[in-house]
């Protein structure tokens, strides 16, 4: 695969990512690391997901420290792999880090961190998330709303939770059942 680009090399490894096949993402990595094709973005996020899905977090923060540019899927990737990895407090930190760079968090980012919040019942971090959030525009969003009736639900904040429930323009089942469990 030596004369083969990187738009190549990145849907092979994704290719491989998503059937489970996680060995091989990493031996691409490797060899296309050695060929002399720089890795981008779309790579590093693939690769991280591949270590984190092998269990290999020490690999996965080893590659994301070295990155010399984060998008917001590299910062997710981590965050997620963190979360799925029970390294809630590592997803707090990253989260931090995240915001020290004024990277901006997508929806599933915020929802992720305040899951972690939930599990860990923490109110305190919380409500930083919660009102960044809200000031970076991520107020209506199902996913992120019903993550924050079930943070505060498990925080023993019932009527917090019941207000973000009344602000939801849109409910489903999932936003019900976190509302009733609470």
Not at 142 to 170: H, P, Q, S
């Amino acid at each position: 695969m030596e004369g083969k680009n990187l738009v190549l090399w990145n849907s092979i490894i994704l290719g491989y990512l998503k059937v489970g096949k996680f060995e091989q993402c990493l031996e691409l990595f490797q060899e296309m690391q050695l060929l002399g094709v720089k890795p981008d973005l779309v790579t590093v996020s693939s690769i991280l997901g591949a270590y984190f899905q092998s269990g290999m977090v020490d690999e996965a923060t080893s590659v994301f420290r070295e990155l010399e540019e984060r998008d917001e899927v590299c910062w997710t990737a981590m965050i997620v792999g963190y979360s799925q990895s029970g390294r809630e407090v590592n997803v707090l930190v990253l989260f931090i880090d995240m915001m020290a760079e004024n990277s901006r968090p997508n929806n599933y980012t915020i929802s992720v961190v305040v899951s972690v919040c939930a599990k860990l019942a923490s109110l305190g971090i919380g409500n930083v998330v919660h009102g960044k959030a809200f000031r970076i525009v991520i107020k209506r969003d199902l996913l992120v709303l019903t993550a924050f009736i079930d943070m505060y639900n498990k925080c023993g904040e019932i009527l917090d939770a019941w207000i973000v429930f009344g602000v939801m323009r849109v409910r489903n089942v999932v936003s019900w059942n976190a509302m009733i469990t609470g």
